[in-house]
């Protein structure tokens, strides 16, 4: 087996300071719920405690449970206290904080909370708050609507003292039939560059960092094309199960929740052509026409390119775990599957014939979310004598989490006599480079919603063209037989069968521990 050789660790580079976005005030929708307390509330309390909202700057959390401004600032504390996403958590730092939480509660169904809403910011306005208002839809996609249209109906979405923005959390629809069905709703009531559809992987650094690495080194960019690549490999596995997301996951599944916007999107990033600009359209632009050209499967194609899994019990870090169908919430004989791996083909010149192998599951064996690109193998086997085996091919891996970073792997003479080759590793890491003080997600794009700039945010036609790629899944799965879950074991690499949608030397990059 040939040896990995890492480089030696890049010295410390300054992070820049964020800049300070124009003042606003954060609706949140389901302000009390799990996404506002783990994600929303400890980015927003990062960003004002370094002074990046501005003045005037004020928080309203709206949801069903009633409490008080008080009652809503103890529970927001304790959340943003045990966040590991609130870097700069003090008790100076929230007190200072605090006042700006404030608490409407009210039924999402009723026009009565719309028209409360309306009122109280306009109170607050004339206390001194923002007359920008940011509305930000922590809740599930199918009461997005009715969010939606109490804005409209109250004249929220139009706002003649300051600018009215929308944030829509994903899963942005179901199928492609209630993706255009949400993008006809949020466009009837507010214009498009208003409207914010949100994929927290495009805040990661490393994510964005994909965009640097391919058109600022002159390098790279020359090679990523078929003629050189043999294929390219996009991993999201994660140990955690459905934890208190059960009933989440029995109505959307591994493949709506993760394959239809973050691995597509590292897919879109990974292979888009050269923007002529980093604006949001232009970006976007590009991202749209990879999708597209992603033909939609036939269901043979499904049958023999997709795999599908669903977690049993098995062992992790020592300890045995429960399977699925064993978790509170889930049926006994549940059909969700926690488990995909698909083999996608992007059919334009640049990429005709790479297949693009993309995986993601619960409960296995690793953290680790990575985009592996696969260089073809030399022609000629010219170090190859006796028992030394040639050099592997090229890899470029572009690390996404937890271990942020990039590698690149190469072939080396081994010291001594005769040309013998060893495959060596040339690898950049974030925690080395910049430390940890680099922003998470959350902030990165609530701050990039402040400043106007939706180039990390998918566009509607981009959101349709993911739903056109995954419905057909859905659907031949639908006819096709169901397979015996549960068909791999918790701790493990995931379903065996996975391995029969790669061929010839092609394997599955193994899940490896982190950090390293």
Known sequence: MNTVIPATPTARIEVQPLPTAEPCVLIIFGGSGDLARRKLLPAVFDLTSMGCTGHGFDIIGVGLPAMSNDDFRAAMRQSVEMSNAARTFSAENWQKFAGKLNYLSGDLDSADTYTELAKRLEEMRAAGSSSNHLFYLSVPASIAPKVIAGLGGAGLNQNGKGWSRIVVEKPFGRDLETARSLNKTVLGVFEEGSVYRIDHYLGKETVQNI????????????????????????????????ENR????????????MVANHLLQLLSITAMEPPFSLDADAVRE?????????????????ARRTVRGQYGPGVLEGNLVRGYRQEPGVAEDSMSETYVALELRVDNWRWSGVPFYIRTGKRMAEHMTEIRVHFKPTPEALFVSGQNRQPEPNIISIRIQPDEGIAISFGAKRPGLGMNGITVKADFSYRDAFGMNTPVAYETLLLDVMMGDATLFTRGDEVEAEWRIVTPIEEAWAQLPKPQFPNYAAGSEGPEIASALMWGDRRWNTLRRFPR
């Open 211 to 242: 965009l640097m690495f391919r058109f600022g080194n002159s390098l790279f960019e020359p090679l990523w094309n078929r003629n050189f690549i043999d294929y390219v490999e996009i991993t999201a596995a994660e140990p955690l199960g459905v």
């Open 286 to 302: 590009q991202k749209v026409q990879v999708l597209k050209a992603i033909r939609p499967m036939t269901l043979e194609e499904v």
């Open 246 to 257: 059960a009933k989440f996951y029995e109505e959307t599944g591994a493949l709506r929740d």
